[in-house]
């Protein structure tokens, strides 16, 4: 049996602002924007390429105080391309870091190892690492 892991909660204070961060900043496609009155609303926004979405909202999202979540993180082939596209995208990114020593040989010296991070509005923090064999 498959246990996938399909959908993760983050805490926002303005889902507008946090709709804008993850679609136009990071590229996340809008899955759907659902009001159901005026007190619930839900937005469902999924990575290029991923299995696994992030949901904010309000109402029907459970409660939790905006910027909780840390080390939520993204796999790239990539890392210097991911890098490049979301500092040109203005989104406030660390420099390029090598956390620890690679298992075994590989092409490109950042694969498994190499990282950045970044907040979204809110201050839930990301990590963004490069694994080439799954790109």
Do not use: K
């Not at 993850?22 to 926004?45: E, N």
């Not at 999202?61 to 909780?68: S, Y």
């Amino acid at each position: 049996m498959n246990w996938t892991l399909e959908v993760v909660v983050v805490p926002v204070t303005d889902v507008d602002r946090a709709r804008d961060f993850y679609a136009r900043q990071l590229g996340f496609a809008v899955d759907h924007d659902t009001r159901m009155g005026d007190d619930v609303r839900i937005v469902q926004l999924t990575p290029p390429g991923s299995g696994c979405s992030v949901v904010i909202g309000t109402g029907a999202v459970p409660r939790m105080p905006p910027g909780l979540l840390r080390g939520l993180q993204l796999v790239v082939p990539d890392l210097r391309r991911a890098h490049a596209e979301l500092t040109a995208r203005g989104v406030p990114v660390s420099e390029i870091q090598v956390v620890g020593e690679n298992p075994r040989p590989v092409p490109d010296p950042l694969d498994n190892v190499g990282f950045f991070f970044f907040e979204d509005p809110d201050g839930n923090s990301w990590a963004v690492q490069q694994i080439s064999s799954r790109g």
